[in-house]
């Protein structure tokens, strides 16, 4: 590091590339990458040419698209933004990059760079590694690059050495103006919803869905715009890694932000004046309501006045993720009547053993009182659950089943995950004595011969756990395939009534009772959008 490249103009552009996820199904980006949107903005605003390239929204292949894309342009600078999920993929583009503009100076950022820079330098061809938020680096690196100065030494970047050691230089998190302000550049106008909106609503087949009603539902969903509000979130849940995220950057505890009722009300107005037709914003901070929240009534009373003079749409509606411990009576009605159609929480888990264990025990005793007054309140309540944790007993993955199925029944929509996914940067994924209950798979980039093993779940200690939990997930992919081949793509809360009924048997047999079989796929195919005839063959067959 420490040398300069010269910039090709007196006006430096650069090309930022989303995550890429070519499977496109749950595990997928539903909506355009706002990280890099964002990034975009701030670049812009200073003055900075920049181009998106969203590997999820091409209309040709994505490595074609990018290869064009490249040689359309001198580019500065070409960031690569990383997740966990998506490494792999981010990769294959990254490498495409250096092949096609060999110059280039090729930086990566996000989350899975920030936590693993050593893991960048050896499996992508990066110049630098961006750890954190990238607006201050990014306008460092290109001022510096206009001037043609040494890169070395920028704070919020990781760099290697003439002896191949890999040297951090911290940053400290955006201010809450600095947040502000970069949340204000976010070029909403600019950003292709609707391109997502017809995509979701021909994977999900909207037309065949059993009632309109559903269908309203589903709509609303889809033509949805994400904003976020906050910088991270200081909960410290022990399989997270979004909320070490900032402090990974800073080397120290980072400082909260976030925006104001009003420049929240700001932002709503500003998404409805670039996409019209959007009938829900999704709120996607990591948590929305804290238990001393002085944000969210005032929020909700600003909302229902900007509605009443005309300012936004009366019908717009909003989600969000909350904490349940965060959540009272008072709130949810105000939310209720400001238009919060979904709300989502964290709940993980129904063991108080298990929710002890993600460092939520607290949460436990408000999940019934706040599921309950939230149903009432006309809200429906999306619950995140993961079935087993790495100290799971089998009585609690039944308790979580069994839980999650009467939920189901009352109107709660459920997102399940059979375990805990060891993402960088989590408490979890770095507990050493959780190494031999954690299980890798091979990775390799397309289009190279890199490849590495790359964990991908912490299975329960107890073997008979794990077993169950095992097959559990073979079964539930056993019986996804077909279905999702004949009929369309099953949203979570569809995956979560296949994960009941592929748990039956396999609980049964250890002597745990959690429903009935016939009643859970009533309640499954009730669901499903209208069956095509060899769909109901296969409903038929797998019953
Ligand atoms: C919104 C969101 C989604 C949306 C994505 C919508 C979209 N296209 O934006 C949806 C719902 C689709 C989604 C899905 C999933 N998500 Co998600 N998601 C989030 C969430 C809540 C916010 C992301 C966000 O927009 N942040 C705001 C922007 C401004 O921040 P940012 O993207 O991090 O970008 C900043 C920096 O990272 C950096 N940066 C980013 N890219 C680049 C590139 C360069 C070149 C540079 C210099 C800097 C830079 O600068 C940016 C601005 O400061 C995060 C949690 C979080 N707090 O980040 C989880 C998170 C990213 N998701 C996560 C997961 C696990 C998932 C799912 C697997 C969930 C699931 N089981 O289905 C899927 C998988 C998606 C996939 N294919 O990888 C994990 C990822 C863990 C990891 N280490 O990889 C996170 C961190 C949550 C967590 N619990 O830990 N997700
Ligand atoms: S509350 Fe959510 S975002 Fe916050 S630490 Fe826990 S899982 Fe992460």
Known sequence: MGRARRSTSDSPSALLIGPYDPHCGEFTFLAPPLGVWRLAGVLEAAGIETKVFDPNCCREPPQRALERVLLSGAWDIVGVSTTGMTLRFDLELAHIVRRVT????????????????????????????????????????????????????????????????????????????????????????????????????????????????????????????????????????????????????????????????????????????????????????????????????????????????????????????????????????????????VLGFGIESFSPRVLAEFNKAQIHRHIEPMLSAALASGVTPFLDLILSSPHAALEDVAQTLREAYRWLRQGCEIGMYPYVIPFSGAMLAKDPSLLPHTHYARRHVAGTDIAWQQPVKILPIDPDVTDAILRMERSFESMLGPLERQVAHLPSRLRSLLWILSSLPIMAERGQYIADEREVRGELYARLPALRPEAAMLAAATA
């Open 102 to 341: 060999p110059e280039a100076f090729i930086v990566a950022g996000g989350m899975e760079a920030t936590f693993r820079p050593e893991l960048m330098f050896e499996l992508g061809p990066f110049d630098l590694i961006v750890l954190g938020e990238g607006e201050r680096p990014l306008l460092d690196l290109v001022a510096r690059r206009r001037a043609g100065q040494p890169l070395g030494g920028i704070a919020g970047t990781a760099e290697r050495n003439k002896d191949g050691q890999i040297i951090r230089i911290p940053q400290r998190a955006l201010s809450r103006d600095e947040l502000r302000d970069a949340i204000y550049s976010t070029p909403y106008d600019k950003m292709p919803y609707s391109a997502y909106w017809e995509r979701l609503e021909s994977a999900y087949r909207i037309g065949a869905l059993p009632s309109k009603a559903a269908r309203e539902a589903r709509l609303a969903e889809i033509r949805s715009v994400r904003l976020i509000t906050l910088n991270y979130c200081p909960m410290g849940c022990t399989f997270c890694s979004a909320t070490n995220f900032l402090h990974e950057a800073e080397g120290s505890v980072a400082s909260i932000a976030r925006l104001e009722a009003d420049e929240c009300l700001t932002m709503i107005e500003r998404i409805m004046a670039a996409h019209p037709r959007a009938r829900t914003i999704i709120f996607q901070d990591d948590i929305f309501t804290f238990t001393r929240d002085r944000r969210i009534l005032p929020l909700c009373e600003g909302i229902i006045a900007a509605k009443q003079n005309g300012r936004i749409p009366a019908h717009l509606q909003f989600i969000s993720t909350n904490r349940i411990d965060a959540m009272s009576t008072e709130r949810l009605t105000a939310m209720r009547r400001a238009g919060f159609r």
